[in-house]
Nanobody, 123 residues
């Protein structure tokens, strides 16, 4: 079964950092363009990152450039999102999935998304 599972969210103060993980099972993560998106209550889905080529080149939303870094450990089929200088507006549920652009994501192995991982930035 193809699956991506997110973890690592939590509560952090403004200016703090978190690292999210996205673990793949049932397929080789390095063979797919995987990215992160987020959704806050009452707001539309916002693309955060997306890998755009086989070399792992990643594009970022303007709102996170310079603060977030996406990386992947192909040997362990895990992708990471390191988030620094967090702001209250980064509060959202974060998901990972196959991506085609910052506005086009697809869940692996099914039609529905998992629970994601909650990130809350608050003092």
């Amino acid at each position: 079964q193809l699956q991506l599972v997110e973890s690592g969210g939590g509560l952090v103060h403004p200016g703090g950092s978190l690292r999210l993980s996205c673990a793949a099972s049932g397929f080789a993560l390095g063979a797919w363009a995987i990215g992160w998106f987020r959704q806050a209550p009452g707001k539309e889905r916002e693309g955060v990152t997306c890998i755009i080529d086989n070399d792992g080149t990643t594009i970022y939303a303007d709102s996170v450039k310079g603060r977030f870094t996406s990386s992947r450990d192909v040997a362990n089929d895990t992708m990471y999102l390191t988030m620094n200088s967090l702001k209250p507006e980064d509060t959202a549920v974060y998901y990972c999935g196959a991506c085609f652009s910052l506005s086009d994501y697809m869940p692996m192995g099914g039609d529905s998304w998992g629970p994601g991982t909650q990130v809350t930035v608050s003092s």
